[in-house]
């Protein structure tokens, strides 16, 4: 079965969301020393990447479904 273009560009910018939030993971050991950032703070800087995500997300959601995939994902 082929997938449409536009099925594939969304599957890759969500891949490239994905992509950057775990490639957090193995920084934050050498964030937390090099600031000497707590567990609490560092664990602040994972959740905040992840609510960013969020936060664009929701109007990207809602702007998709006014106006269609497609013009979103262009």
């Known amino acids: ?3 449409p ?3 594939l ?3 890759a910018l969500v891949f490239c969301t994905e992509l950057g ?3 957090l993971f193995p920084l934050l050991p050498v964030l937390a020393d090099e600031f ?3 567990d609490a703070q560092t664990g602040a800087v994972l959740a905040a ?3 960013a995500t969020v ?3 929701v109007p990207a959601g809602v702007l998709a479904a006014r106006r269609g ?3 979103v994902c262009v």
């Open 36 to 38: 000497a950032l707590s």
């Open 1 to 3: 079965m082929k997938l």
């Open 9 to 11: 560009l969304v599957y």
């Open 69 to 71: 995939a497609r013009f």
């Open 5 to 7: 273009a536009s099925t």
């Open 55 to 57: 936060a664009a997300a």
């Open 49 to 51: 990447s992840t609510l």
């Open 21 to 23: 939030q775990s490639m």
